[in-house]
Structure formats: structure tokens, C-alpha cells
T-cell receptor
């Protein structure tokens, strides 16, 4: 079945440590996105990519980095510069050019600073 | 900057009652999405609204879009306990011919009591 796989489901980070969240899709979607959700809040866009080897900053990109070396993969690194990384992270994908079919979301990674 | 406002943010209602969630957005867009989120889970797509006057219904939920008023509504008819969840509206933003991602409202936390 086609879909988006995020791993790990839970991740614990020590202060000053970089961690990488994985996002893989087999939907043949060109566009991929990373969102952050804080408790009781909506989702905020961190980074997005509409094509391989290209990506753009979203609303809250500071302290995060991404790469898009393959169409299927869009990993997110939470760097030590992100001062408050504890949140629920969701990856999504869509057909390029906007999507009349909507956006497909992964199951999420819950990141906690310990 | 695109802003999306939902109201109410919290709603407690009894089974069998009707209610409407409102979603206002600040700039022109013709693509609006409604999602459902259960606690600790990812987003489930409910409706994709693509044009002015669009109306879609699924079971006890009906969504509509008025692009001139920049308003979407999610109407719940004869609510049942299983509809308890958080509901998000999201609006697509664009630049350069590709979708830039979604801007989300803060969500409406809906509790339906027997």
C-alpha cells in the first residue's frame, strides 16, 4: 500500500544533540513537507520541497535543516540551535502544482528533550 | 502573510445536537482542507474544497466554502460520541506555480457528551 512512513515514532534528544527524523513516501509525490505541532496548537510549516535537490524554508525553519536527495525521502534534522524542540513532527506529501487530492500525512514522530 | 482563524477553539456539545465550526482566512485561496485528529494521532483528511460554493458531505459532517467571504464552515448534524476529536481547517498558499504548503488554524477541540 502507498503511504508515508515516519520513523522513529518516539525520539529522545539530549541537550546540544542533533537528531534526524526520517520521512519516506512511495506515492510518487513530488512535493514533501515538514510540520511541527505543539500541544493544543495547529501545525506550522518548517520546510518544504517541490522537487529533488531543492527546498524552501517555511514559517519556523530556524534550528532545522533538511535534504532532498531522492524523490522518496525528505529527512529533517533538528539541530542544537533549536532551543525548544519538544513537539510532534508530521511529514506530508502531495502531487506537485498544488493538490486537488489533498495532502497525505505520515503518522508522526514525537520528539522529547531529556 | 496568510492567517487562518477557527472558532470556536473548544466545543462541548450533547449527542443529537447540531453545530457549526467556522474557518476564516486572510488572503485569496481557492483550496481549503478539513482534517480530523484523534489524540496522539496523525491527521485524517475529511474534505477538500476547491472552488467557491463547494459543498461536500460525508455522514454527519458537511463542509462548505465561500471564497468571496474567505470563509469555510464544518457543520455537524445530530452529533454522536464518535465524532469527538480535534478538527483543523487548512488553506493552501502558492507561489511560482507550485503549492507552498498549508497554513493551519489552531483547531477546534470537540467533545460530544452522551
Amino acid at each position: 500500500d502507498g503511504g508515508i512512513t515516519q520513523s522513529p515514532k518516539y525520539l529522545f534528544r539530549k541537550e546540544g544533540q542533533n537528531v534526524t527524523l526520517s520521512c519516506e513516501q512511495n506515492l510518487n509525490h513530488d512535493a514533501m513537507y515538514w510540520y511541527r505541532q505543539d500541544p493544543g496548537q495547529g501545525l506550522r510549516l518548517i520546510y518544504y520541497s517541490q522537487i529533488v535537490n531543492d527546498f524552501q524554508k517555511g514559517d519556523i525553519a530556524e534550528g532545522y535543516s533538511v535534504s532532498r536527495e531522492k524523490k522518496e525521502s525528505f529527512p529533517l534534522t533538528v539541530t542544537s540551535a533549536q532551543k525548544n524542540p519538544t513537539a510532534f513532527y508530521l511529514c506530508a506529501s502531495s502531487i506537485t502544482g498544488g493538490s486537488i487530492y489533498g495532502y497525505t500525512f505520515g503518522s508522526g514522530t514525537r520528539l522529547t528533550v531529556v | 502573510e496568510l492567517k487562518v482563524e477557527q472558532n470556536p477553539l473548544f466545543l462541548s456539545m450533547q449527542e443529537g445536537k447540531n453545530y457549526t465550526i467556522y474557518c476564516n482566512y486572510s488572503t485569496t485561496s481557492d483550496r481549503l482542507y478539513w482534517y480530523r485528529q484523534d489524540p496522539g494521532k496523525s491527521l485524517e483528511s475529511l474534505f477538500v474544497l476547491l472552488s467557491n460554493g463547494a459543498v461536500k458531505q460525508e455522514g454527519r459532517l458537511m463542509a462548505s466554502l465561500d471564497t468571496k467571504a474567505r470563509l469555510s464552515t464544518l457543520h455537524i448534524t445530530a452529533a454522536v460520541h464518535d465524532l469527538s476529536a480535534t478538527y483543523f481547517c487548512a488553506v493552501a498558499s502558492y507561489s511560482g506555480g507550485g503549492a507552498d504548503g498549508l497554513t493551519f488554524g489552531k483547531g477546534t477541540h470537540l467533545i460530544i457528551q452522551p
